[in-house]
Nanobody, 123 residues
Framework: QVQLAESGGDSVQAGGSLRLSCSYT?????FGWFRQTPEKEREGVAN???????TYANSVKGRFTISQDTSKNTLYLQMDSLKPEDTAMYYC????????????????????WGQGTLVTVSS
């Protein structure tokens, strides 16, 4: 089974940048990120498939960049122009499909998860 481990969460001021990393033990077709706050369900943020095609939630498009170094078995999420509303626990995820990544219930059938890393953005 694929195991995932995130790192890179921190506290930053609005407008700042962070890069999250996720190391994984073996490949799957789709890797990506979700985030969750106490007030909201877990939501899709970005994904990338084995062809290198990346997609993003509308709320982060133009500010976040997902990438993958397959030689290091590592997934990244570069987060720029951070806003207080980006504050959340960020989870690395993997699945056999990238379909419906941004659907409200997608997290309920996503197969692999990391333990999460906390991002706090202050105004």
């Amino acid at each position: 089974q694929v195991q995932l481990a995130e790192s890179g969460g921190d506290s930053v001021q609005a407008g700042g940048s962070l890069r999250l990393s996720c190391s994984y033990t073996s490949h799957m077709y789709c890797f990506g990120w979700f985030r969750q706050t106490p007030e909201k369900e877990r939501e899709g943020v970005a994904n990338i498939n084995s062809d290198g095609t990346a997609t993003y939630a509308n709320s982060v498009k133009g500010r976040f960049t997902i990438s993958q170094d397959t030689s290091k078995n590592t997934l990244y999420l570069q987060m720029d122009s951070l806003k207080p509303e980006d504050t959340a626990m960020y989870y690395c995820a993997a699945d056999s499909s990238c379909g419906s990544w941004y659907a409200p219930d997608r997290y309920t059938y996503t197969s692999r998860w990391g333990q999460g890393t906390l991002v706090t953005v202050s105004s």
